[in-house]
């Protein structure tokens, strides 16, 4: 072999750079940001749908209320509705002896008092029990067997006092006993709570019983008077007369013109006992 010329070195061996083809998405690293993502824009949120409101007797005889309800799940509320408020420092003894009450029960529909036009026309010095549902201004039909038997209030009650403004002297006083109600009521199925046909009819039977001669003893001149004149008409409208006068002078009689029912409103419960305030009007 020949001997190189002098002051020649050899080459170190070409090797190919490292990276012959350009690099692919699946070698690359992605990249680090230093702040977050921008938030994405929230999704357009839904308007509120309210739950049907149904007012028919059968199904819904005490009032809905409307309540709106959003499932959206974007939607978050405002003002922390839902966190409770702090405890406060102190306690409030005044609660412990004067808890506060429970809330009032519903009283059905045909029953309340709290409306302009009554539903409800009932006489309640007719001599028997008469109540009718108003369909229209002019006109009403009897109830049915379907609305006698519901409950008088949501939810239901056992025990339950009948005041009146007019004759605050009498109370009529309905609890339940196992699946009888007393005052009894004849041909009564076997509910256990008070409902809407047990108001009816024990109020009727109870405005109807004789006023005793001690009761009457305790009226002004004035008001025997006025008291006459409306057990007057009363018999005069019935359809025996004479049977009517021969009966005497009733509660009801000293309702004198207003004798016809407008409903109920709440009260005070009384020894746990929960209270309804009668209503009456001169006018159906």
């Known amino acids: 072999m020949a001997n190189p010329p002098t002051g020649w070195y050899p080459l170190p061996p070409q090797y190919p750079p490292y990276h012959q083809f350009p690099l692919s998405s699946m070698n690359t690293r992605p990249r680090s940001h230093s702040y977050p993502p921008p938030p994405r824009p929230p999704a357009p949120m839904p308007p509120p749908t309210a739950p049907p409101y149904y007012r028919t007797f059968a199904q819904q005889p005490f009032p809905q209320p409307r309540r709106h309800t959003v499932s959206h799940p974007q939607w978050r509320p405002e003002g922390n509705a839902y966190i409770p408020r702090p405890l406060t420092p102190h306690l409030d003894y005044r609660r412990l002896f004067n808890p506060p009450l429970p809330p009032q029960p519903q009283i059905h529909i045909l029953l309340t008092g709290n409306s302009t036009t009554p539903l409800l026309v009932f006489d309640l010095s007719a001599p028997v029990v008469s109540p009718r549902r108003r369909i229209n201004p002019t006109q009403a039909i009897p109830l049915t067997a379907l609305e006698i038997d519901q409950s008088a209030t949501y939810p239901e009650l056992q025990h339950l006092r009948i005041v009146c403004d007019a004759?605050?002297?009498?109370?009529?006083?309905?609890?339940?006993?196992?699946?009888?109600?007393?005052?009894?009521?004849?041909?009564?199925?076997?509910?256990?709570?008070?409902?809407?046909?047990?108001?009816?009819?024990?109020?009727?039977?109870?405005?109807?019983?004789?006023?005793?001669?001690?009761?009457?003893?305790?009226?002004?001149?004035?008001?025997?008077?006025?008291?006459?004149?409306?057990?007057?008409?009363?018999?005069?409208?019935?359809?025996?007369?004479?049977?009517?006068?021969?009966?005497?002078?009733?509660?009801?009689?000293?309702?004198?013109?207003?004798?016809?029912?407008?409903?109920?409103?709440?009260?005070?419960?009384?020894?746990?006992?929960?209270?309804?305030?009668?209503?009456?009007?001169?006018?159906?």
Request: proline share 7%; no cysteine.
């Open 167 to 284: 004759i605050p002297q009498w109370t009529l006083d309905l609890h339940i006993t196992g699946r009888s109600i007393y005052p009894p009521r004849p041909d009564r199925a076997a509910i256990p709570y008070i409902t809407v046909g047990d108001i009816l009819h024990a109020l009727h039977s109870h405005l109807h019983q004789d006023v005793t001669r001690d009761e009457w003893a305790r009226l002004l001149p004035e008001q025997e008077l006025d008291v006459s004149r409306a057990f007057t008409r009363r018999y005069k409208s019935s359809g025996a007369v004479r049977r009517a006068q021969s009966d005497g002078v009733k509660r009801v009689d000293f309702l004198l013109r207003r004798y016809h029912f407008k409903g109920f409103v709440w009260l005070y419960p009384e020894n746990r006992i929960g209270r309804m305030n009668l209503l009456v009007g001169s006018e159906p």
